[in-house]
């Protein structure tokens, strides 16, 4: 019973907000009351208000005075205005029925019924009126009529909550752990989806040079190994985050102190520079052989002019502060990527199918297996996403189902593609994939032009992660409304980081398979393999055999870095 009391009186208030919204637009002198109509046939003083019925169109904009008329009306009564008696010849409303009609069967439901017929015209037109309202709303507040709240926007969407009229809260506390806090409304199918895009993003591009580097047989099983452990891994900090709540970091900070989590998020830093570095790489190689390919002739303007060419993409949507807003561009990458992944499938099967496997394949190639390792763990990128994920499901406890299978999944998805390109093109397999296809085609022109711009797309968001970190720890939460020096710091942050992403991209352009292997080697390793397993050591682990299979995966992981990432600057080194 309270609660509808309460419900009931929020909603007048929202009326009456809405009439007095509207009625500051209104011209005066002019209304759809009935007291207009009363003091027209009653033949006295001229009234002080005409109906609207007057105005050009009256017919049609009538609905809004009458919106305006219940919350006059209440005011004049509040103000012991005088009440208006009707005439002996007011003409009966259809709406009323008489006393002695309503006291027959069926008389008060008739009753009932016409009264609440205006109601529902009321709510037929109130989609209308409400986006009428918001807007004349916000452009009152844009114009200086109502000022109680200050909600700068700059090229980016609030980071922070708008300041309290206190200076101190009473309470400090973080905004990440108060998002984690809500309760996810995502379905399984939804989660399901949301996860499968988490780890099929541009790391698949570079497999087939990972086969080759490998060879067709030893790729494979590396791929299906790290698919376990990396399953292993995951399982591990998620019962790390079970125990502990929070974030990747937040559980560090838990289990490890404030120095583990920065490690932590040092690692996420690198990581995501890594991946946008390669997107400039591989954006820029697409293009450049996109060009070729239409020219018919040599490009006059290097890849590396092309990697910066792409700044003037970059550094504008780096400013955007909202992750949300960049979902337009992920979504058309999404669309470009999938379309790719389907051409390619389609083209290697039916090659294969009329020429069988290239000669040149092997099964294991000794010289350059190394890389394959790093850029194996390159392709399982998805870690960063995987508690947002959980977080955000209606069903959380159901998660580790929905990871197996999804895992399952992605590498049959990366087993094929690295292995149907490798054995259709061989000895001959570039870095990236579309670039193999016959160049001639204008189908391959096409989609290796909208490859190019999905990935392109990819960058920001790959980014987004880096910038928040770096500027987290420089500006802390510190608000940049109302401040255009902090604002302008930020803004100036971002684009140096933007720039320092083409500058590693110009450099490691040089070989970008080499480039992929030492991401993944370097950065990533932590971040899948030692951290979670070290998490779980310290603050999960009880029994022993858990804590030495804990220590194990911790040893594995240092060496599988320590190894894979020294080859990889040797090699590259050497060419």
Request: hydrophobic share 45%; aromatic share 10%.
């Amino acid at each position: 019973m309270y609660g509808t009391i309460s419900s009931e009186h929020g909603d007048r208030e929202a009326d009456d907000r809405d009439a007095e919204i509207v009625s500051r637009h209104l011209p005066d002198g002019y209304s759809a009351g009935p007291e207009v109509l009363i003091s027209g046939n009653t033949g006295s003083q001229p009234p002080s208000e005409q109906s609207s019925l007057r105005l050009q169109g009256g017919d049609i904009h009538r609905d809004l005075y009458r919106i305006r008329s219940p919350f006059k009306h209440k005011r004049a009564v509040t103000y012991g205005s005088p009440s208006i008696q009707p005439s002996d010849d007011f003409e009966v409303p259809d709406n009323v029925v008489s006393v002695s009609d309503q006291r027959v069967p069926g008389g008060f439901r008739r009753q009932h019924m016409l009264q609440k017929k205006p109601n529902l015209i009321r709510e037929v037109s109130r989609p209308i009126t409400d986006s009428f309202v918001s807007f004349l709303d916000l452009y009152g507040s844009f114009a200086g009529e109502d000022l109680g709240s200050d909600d700068e926007t700059e090229s980016a969407v609030e980071d922070e909550e708008a300041p309290s009229a206190e200076t101190r809260p009473l309470l400090a506390r973080r905004k990440s752990s108060r998002r984690m806090q809500r309760p996810g409304d995502a379905s399984m199918t939804k989660s399901f989806f949301t996860l499968l895009k988490a780890f099929v993003g541009t790391g698949i591009m570079f497999l087939p040079k990972a086969f080759k580097n490998g060879g067709i047989l030893f790729s494979s099983i590396v791929l299906i190994t790290v698919a376990i452990v990396s399953c292993i891994c995951f399982d591990l900090l998620l019962a790390c985050r079970k125990k502990y709540g929070g974030g990747y970091g937040e559980v560090g900070e838990a289990i490890g102190g404030p120095a583990f989590r920065r490690l932590i998020l040092c690692s996420i830093f690198l990581s995501q520079i890594g991946f946008t570095c390669a997107c400039l790489i591989f954006t820029a190689e697409n293009t450049f052989a996109f060009f070729e390919a239409v020219l018919k002739g040599p490009m006059e303007v290097s890849v590396s002019a092309l990697v910066g060419i792409q700044l003037v993409v970059l550094v504008p949507l780096a400013l955007v502060r909202n992750i949300s807003k960049l979902g337009p561009v992920a979504l058309a990458a999404d669309v470009c990527i999938l379309f790719g992944l389907v051409y390619i499938w389609w083209y290697t099967i039916s090659t294969l199918s009329i020429r069988g496997l290239h000669p040149s394949i092997e099964l294991f190639n000794p010289r350059d297996f190394t890389l394959t390792i790093g850029s194996s763990i390159f392709t399982f990128e998805g870690i960063g996403l995987l508690l947002p994920i959980q977080g955000s499901m209606e069903e959380p406890q159901k998660f580790d189902r929905l990871l197996y299978i999804v895992m399952f999944i992605i590498t049959i998805i990366f087993t094929s593609v690295g292995g149907l390109v490798y054995a259709t093109f061989g000895e001959s397999t570039r870095v990236e994939a579309i670039s193999n296809f016959p160049q001639d085609s204008p189908l391959v022109n096409a989609v290796q032009l909208l490859y190019a711009l999905a990935v392109l797309g990819s960058a920001p968001v790959q980014l987004f992660p880096a910038v928040r970190i770096v500027e987290t720890s420089l500006f802390g939460n510190k608000s940049s409304r109302g401040s255009t020096k902090t604002k302008w710091k930020k803004n100036f942050f971002r684009i140096s980081l933007a720039v320092a992403c083409a500058a590693i991209a110009i450099v490691g352009a040089s070989d970008l398979d080499k480039f992929v292997a030492l991401i993944g080697s370097f950065a990533c390793v932590p971040l899948v393999y030692i951290y979670p397993a070290l998490l779980h050591w310290k603050g999960v682990a009880r029994s022993r055999v858990t804590q030495a299979f804990d220590l194990f995966l911790v040893v594995l992981g240092i060496g599988v870095m320590a190894y894979s990432t020294g080859i990889t600057i040797a090699k590259w080194s050497a060419t």
